[in-house]
């Protein structure tokens, strides 16, 4: 998770402090700020489990300090804090040696492991893979076989009620989980899931799979594959979904139990609301055009050509909650409805079925979980939009109705 250039990380770090919530007050960050010095305090008296330092680290990536600094503020702003924190999140990664990590595969096709493996510098898996006391990674570690299943034995021994258990992939139920065993024991997935998450700190969910099912899940779900809160109980649990899920949002919910001990505040699906508390409607780059009612209406059109709204070629940015619109991907360089392609809605549940298609949610017959734009653009403008869910003005509404265009042959009605 790199910004290598001030202008990327002030246009993330703006976007972001807007929404500190300023109805918590002073005080309660205040009253933050003192209790999360304290748990780094704590931190660092502890032994690390590995020697290592995160600015040797980033230094012999070419990383100067002031960089390392400017990443921090980035990151301070995407965990929604003031800027003051800037100093203490910069501590916190130093410190990620004290928490340790087990990370296991199901029901996937590895894409999120990919997703922090190929990550750009001052690389994220160098923060996570080589900061980050990572005890296990069956993809990524030499060991195999019988000599992997006693690493793994050996650090749930050890570090039993510490460790961090990320889970990647879904987790079939059917057949009596006999779709997914693993290791010499024959253990089925569900069977490793429940034992390793028995004795974690807290399960962190990552991707559509581990979270919601994801494509395994999709109809008609032969596997019975479900995600990861639909069997652990008891346990704190975070999701951090999407297809893959952003690499920053895994370094960010890290972060932040380091920060303070705690799981990052959790919307209704367990996602953290730092990352999944408002809609990519809200900050995508095409929303002018949405709220003038100007779409593109066939691929290749004019109003491809021009970046107009893709909201009736399928997007589902307006009934999907993540940060893609603002984190991006791959340095902050692009994301799908930046390149071109409509959003379909990965990181929201039964996404393959409900929305991984081109074509508007009211052609679909399928009602959005947030209201999501009911009728057809073509009836209204822009369709009618439940205020309460959606959150976008009367004024854009107004906008739309009066300023929209429909493209015939390449040109506008008030050419």
């Not at 001052?122 to 000599?147: K, N, R, W, Y």
């Not at 970046?307 to 009736?312: A, M, R, S, T, V």
């Not at 999907?320 to 340095?331: G, L, V």
């Not at 369709?383 to 509404?397: E, K, P, Q, S, Y």
């Amino acid at each position: 998770m790199a910004y290598d250039s001030q202008e990327m990380v002030k246009k993330i770090f703006n976007q972001n402090s807007a929404r500190v919530d300023t109805n918590k007050g002073e005080e309660f960050y205040n009253n933050l700020f003192e209790k999360t010095k304290a748990r780094l305090s704590k931190l660092r008296k502890q032994p690390a489990l590995k020697d290592i330092d995160i600015i040797d680290i980033v230094e012999s990536e070419g990383v100067n300090r002031r960089d390392f600094m400017k990443w921090a503020s980035a990151t301070t702003a995407t965990l929604m804090l003031p800027p003051m924190f800037t100093p203490l999140v910069a501590e916190a990664a130093e410190l990620m040696n004290r928490v340790p990590v087990i990370w296991i595969e199901l029901q996937d096709c590895a894409g999120n492991s990919e997703a922090l493996l190929r990550s750009s510098a001052p690389t994220v898996d160098s923060l996570i893979f080589d900061v980050l006391s990572l005890e296990f990674h069956e993809t990524i570690m030499a060991a195999s076989g019988h000599q992997a299943d006693a690493q793994l034995e050996d650090a749930v021994e050890h570090f039993k009620g510490k460790y961090l258990l990320f889970v990647e992939g879904s987790i079939p139920t059917a057949m009596n989980g006999q779709y997914g065993t693993i290791g010499a024991s024959g253990e089925t997935f569900q069977e490793h899931l429940m034992r390793l998450s028995k004795d974690a700190g807290a399960v962190i969910a990552v991707g559509a799979c581990a979270t919601f099912g994801g494509v395994p899940a999709a109809a008609p779900n032969p596997t019975g594959a479900v995600g990861v809160m639909d069997l652990v109980k008891g346990k704190p649990v975070i999701n951090i979904p999407a297809c893959p899920a952003n690499p920053a949002n895994m370094v960010g919910v890290v972060l932040h139990y380091i920060l303070t001990g705690q799981v990052p505040e959790l919307d209704s699906l367990l996602r953290p609301k730092f990352a999944f508390g408002y809609r990519i409607h809200d900050n995508c780059e095409r929303r002018a055009h949405f709220d003038a009612g100007e779409y593109v209406e066939e691929w290749g059109d004019e109003g491809a050509k021009n970046n107009w709204c893709l909201y009736k070629m399928g997007c589902k940015g307006p009934m999907t909650f993540n940060n893609c619109s603002i984190i991006r991907y791959n340095e902050g360089t692009n994301w799908p409805i930046g390149v071109g392609r409509g959003c379909i809605g990965c990181s929201e549940p039964d996404f393959w079925d409900k929305y991984a298609y081109e074509r508007p949610m009211a052609d679909a017959h399928i009602k959005a979980p947030t209201g999501g734009v009911e009728k057809t653009v073509d009836e209204f403008g822009l369709g009618l939009l439940t205020a309460t869910t959606i959150g976008i003005g009367v004024h854009a509404v107004a906008s739309a109705v009066i300023g929209k265009r429909s493209i015939n042959n390449g040109e506008s009605e008030d050419e």
